[in-house]
């Protein structure tokens, strides 16, 4: 159910429609298809049409960049403990599937090269970095050698942004520096450090979202959500402007915005 605020900013959305009609960006891929930050999972998504998919990037003890969005291995692999304690080879031993359903047995964790060489290039990636900035470098690195600096941005701070920057100097980014919830400066930040996209985050509401939003696409950037898995409120959002919603729910999503089967 609508709030009433909820009601208003739809009531004016529809009056006063910002832009054409958002899209979508599958949350760690298709994860109601298969497990997350799988190779399944972002192929599910490509075959489904989606234009963006997310995923995480670790770093492994010997160095190497691996998608995986906890800092342990603990919840999607049949392994125990941090992800930077082992080794890519030890990583590359644990089931990453059979958590989720044992018709995955077997899967393993993806490196940033496979994921990348996995996903058209047709298809936006939202490379969302966890660790610090040696990550970020390193992916930067990684993404401009395989030529696919058009496709992929690095969400991370604005600290790793300009580590990024340093070495990659267009290495597009998102903001993720939220600035403790204060959506006004985080936006300011954003536009100022010149970042191409920026992730607003469902727990800072959305009741200011049509201004936003405006204030936004006025200045270049490329306007994310996270995230939305109910129909109301993905259809609020696409009403409102927003470029992608990022959703653990895609068949929803796409059925929602009348994109199934694209």
Request: include cysteine.
């Amino acid at each position: 159910m609508f709030s009433p605020a909820s009601k208003l900013l739809l009531t004016f959305a529809l009056l006063f429609p910002v832009v054409a009609a958002a899209d979508l960006c599958a949350h760690r891929g298709d994860v109601a298809a298969a497990p997350e930050n799988t190779i399944p999972a972002f192929a599910s998504a490509v075959k489904k049409g989606v234009p963006q998919i997310e995923f995480d990037v670790n770093l492994s003890k010997d160095g190497h960049l691996v998608v995986m969005h906890d800092a342990t291995i603990d919840r999607t692999t049949n392994g125990k403990g941090k992800v930077t304690d082992f080794t890519l080879a030890e990583l590359k031993a644990l089931d990453a599937g059979s958590w989720f359903d044992p018709k995955f047995k077997d899967t393993r964790i993806p490196t940033l090269r496979e994921t990348l060489e996995a996903i058209p290039e047709n298809i936006l990636c939202n490379v969302h970095l966890k660790n610090d900035a040696e990550v970020a470098v390193k992916s930067a690195q990684l993404i401009a050698e395989m030529g696919r600096l058009e496709q992929c941005f690095l969400a991370t701070t604005l600290e790793n942004v300009a580590a990024a920057r340093e070495v990659v100097p267009n290495i597009k980014s998102c903001n993720m520096t939220r600035q403790a919830g204060n959506r006004a400066a985080y936006i300011d930040d954003t536009i100022k450090h010149g970042c191409e996209f920026i992730q607003l985050h469902q727990r800072d509401g959305h009741e200011n979202l049509l201004a936003e939003v405006k204030k936004l696409k006025a200045n270049g950037v490329t306007v994310n959500w996270f995230g939305a898995n109910d129909a109301p409120l993905i259809q609020l959002l696409h009403d409102a402007g927003v470029d992608y919603i990022l959703t653990d729910k895609l068949d929803l999503a796409q059925k929602t915005l009348g994109k199934a089967g694209e």
